[in-house]
C-alpha cells in the first residue's frame, strides 16, 4: 500500500465563475499551501497559482458556477512542491546512488553485506564495526577494517574489545584484530592482537655519576674514573685527567694531571660613593649600589593598628589610638600662669581661681575624646584638691579643667597639674 496524497481543507471557499481568486473563510492557506498545489471544489478543479495570504489563492481560471461557502480540498501535488529544478536534482541524486563505487552501508545486524545488493567494483563499509568490502565477480570480497585507532589504555582482562582496540601491556601496545568483539584474550595472543610497538630491550648503564667537587689537597689519591676527581683550587675547578698522588699543584698541573673546568672571575673592583637611603635609614656596610626604603605607616595605619609589615616614623607615632594627643604640666604662681612642660599644647588660660582652659595646637576629630587630669602635692597652699573636667566645655580645640578642694565648695588652685587628652585627630 502506497502513502495517501495528502489535502488541506481547513474552512470554506468562494469564487466566481471563470474566476481567477479564491476567498477563503477561516483558511490558513501560507503556511499550508503552495504553488503548483491542485484546488477541486465538487467536480471542478484547478491548479493554484500563488498564495497572497491565509485568505486568498490565485488560480487558473475556474471552469464551475459562482460558489460561496463551499467546502474543499487542496492536494498537495509532489510536482507543485518540489518544482523542475528540484526535480532534476533528485534525478542527479539517483543517477549518483547508481554508480558504480557508491558505498552501501552495511547494519550492525550483518556480518557481511546483503549479496543482492552493489555491483561490480562497488564497496561496502560497516560503521560499528569498521568492516570494508569490495564486490569483485559478484562477491562480496572483505578487504579489513577501516577504522581510526580506539586507544582502551591497558588492557583490563574482563573488559570487551572490538576491531582498531587498543591497549597497552607488558611494556608494549598491541591492536585487536579479530573481526569478533570478544574479552578474555590477554596480549600477545595473534588469533586477537597484532603487535603495534614492541617494548625495546634493557639499555646499558649509563656513566657514573659525577664525584663531589672538593679542595684539593697533596698527598692524596686521585682518580681518573670513571668517575674522575674534581677539584676546587684557586678559585678554579679541575678534573683528573691522569691516576696520581698529588704532590705540588702547579707541578700536577704543568705535567696534563689537571683538566681546567671552569677559570676563576676576575675580582671587581670600585668605590662606593655614596648610598641613598629611604627617609630615617642609615647607611651600613652596602656593597652594590641601589636605593633603600622603608614602608612607613600612615596615620590611617596607626588608627587602624592592624598592619605588622610598617614602620612607625615620628610624623605619626602619635596618630596610634593609645597615644595621648596632647599632654601637659603646669602650675600657677599667685600671680603667674607657668607651663613646665607639653606637646600639641597652643596656650593655657587661667579664667579665675582653679578654672584653666587648655588649648590644642592640634585639635581632635570631634569632641568626643578622653582627658585625663591629676594635680600634684607641694609648692602652694591649696595642695589637697580634685581635678574635674567640664564636659559641656569639651571642644575639638579646647577644654575647661576645674579643681575643687576636698570639701567640693571652692575652686582652688593646684599646686602643679597633670594634663593629657587621647582621641582621634
Known sequence: ?????????????????????????????????????FLTIGHFGVFITDVADDTHLSITQWPGATLSGATYNIWKVAQGVFGSELWADVDKIVRALNANGFIVFVPPTLTAPDPSLGEEN???????TGKMWVMSGGVWTFLGFYRGFNPRGAYDNAATYSASDWVSSSGSSYVWINPTPGSGHAPPNATYWQVLGSKGDQGNPGPAALLPIVPWATATAFVKGPPASFVSNGGSSYMCLVPHTSGTFATDLAAGKWGLVS????????????VVG???????????????????????????GTATAKTVNPAHQQDHDSAAKAWAIFHWTGS???IDASYNISSISRSSAGIYIVNYAVGFATAIYSVQVSVEDGGNTSTACLALVTSATRAVGSVQVRFYNQAMSAVVDPAFAHFAAFGRQ
Not at 122 to 128: F, G, H, K, R
Not at 263 to 271: A, N, V
Not at 286 to 300: E, P
Open 278 to 304: 629611604g627617609t630615617g635609614l642609615t647607611g651600613g656596610n652596602i656593597t652594590s649600589s641601589g636605593t633603600l626604603a622603608v614602608d612607613y605607616a600612615s596615620k590611617s595605619d596607626q588608627q587602624t
Open 336 to 338: 603667674t600662669l607657668v
Open 263 to 274: 677559570q676563576k672571575g676576575t675580582d671587581g673592583s670600585g668605590t662606593v660613593n655614596s
Open 122 to 128: 562497488q564497496t561496502a563499509l560497516q560503521p560499528t
Open 1 to 37: 500500500m502506497t502513502d495517501p496524497l495528502l489535502s488541506y481543507d481547513i474552512g470554506t471557499v468562494a469564487v466566481a465563475g471563470d474566476g481567477t481568486t479564491v476567498t477563503g473563510t477561516s483558511t490558513l492557506w501560507l503556511t499550508n499551501v503552495k504553488p503548483g498545489y
